[in-house]
């Protein structure tokens, strides 16, 4: 047996992704929330999966609930911040937000599992999930932003800067039927974002401009 | 206690919506899986929630995958049949895509509890599901037909396609954030469909036909 931390053993050696103990917490959480249900899995099965005792999990997290927590703030933080990092920049809007959404579906699309598929858990319309609720409305009001000065632009359409937001988050829906987005329909997506706020023109110019920016935030 | 069928006595008088008890059991389960989790609702619990026996539950239907088989059923099975009838008119494709997908959004929007939200179920993966999954691939192949006939109307965009069976679904994924969603919100998403796939012009003209399509239809 290998050992984990201080005077930890180990039931198996370690065969999860991730660093620490926390990150193969985490991966075998994800792996078991998406394939088998966040209802129907224990903190025993997933302690089980890592190969560590259930005490030793609970030395990471309190509760199943936290783990979820987790997991779900991952899927928002890089973007989140990304956001904040954008509505400092001088590029028009249209590049901003492009920017933002083709990192955000290559994210969602990338991340080892499909944890998006979570957010429609009964569970999160608990209190226990306000915190990560608010940090979610904030990336969407990020988008709605962005979204809003676009449309100023084209002078039109106006309802429809909710929709960016929800057009990225079609990853979720797209890997959990498929398994996977390729390539071209993350592009497409990512165009389409601009498209349903009414831009049409110029979306080469638009990506080329954008692939500039992201290069340059280093995303 | 009031009859049920041939015989079979009722815990509780009827409070559910539906005019069955095959509804009433199928509006208990929608509510409850939605809103306490598939994986945590017993048949038990669904039979509790109708007022009626467990026995009498399983007269209707096999088992909870029975249950839940005959609700995804319900999510596409009007908008499957639509899409159908649409394949037969002569229309142009912009107006017959606005009218599925405005129909869709509005089934979608009104069904009494968010049962799309149980599209994430990874039960769903399962063999007891391949009908199912067939079903709405059938459904997701029609919009993804009328969708490539407007982008050979408009010479761009093919890739996008995929997109407006997916704008239409966001609508299950604000249901499952803000509980409702408004009015404006639909007739953005269905306008959206069109403009991922570049149609950007006259709209208005396309809604207006849409809806004498609609009432020709009565849908």
Known sequence: MTQLGPGRPRLAPRRRQG???????????????TTHGYGSTSTRAIAEAVGIRQASLYHHFGAKDDILDALLGETIAAAAELAERLGR???????RLYTLARFDIGQLCEARWNIGALYFLPELHGERFTRFRS??????????????????????????????????????NIRSDAGGVPEETRRAIAEAVLRVLGVGDDLAGIRE???????????
Do not use: H, M, N, W
């Open 19 to 33: 660093q620490t103990p926390r990150a193969e917490i985490l991966d075998a959480a994800a792996e078991l929330f």
């Open 89 to 95: 920049r001088p590029e028009p809007a249209t590049v």
């Open 135 to 172: 940090r979610r409305d904030a990336l969407r009001t990020s988008y709605e932003k962005l979204a809003a000065q676009v449309v100023a632009g084209a002078g039109e359409a106006i309802e429809a800067r909710t929709l960016p937001f929800r057009l990225v988050e079609t990853v979720i």
């Open 209 to 219: 401009a954008a692939e500039i920016l992201a290069r340059e935030l280093r995303v």
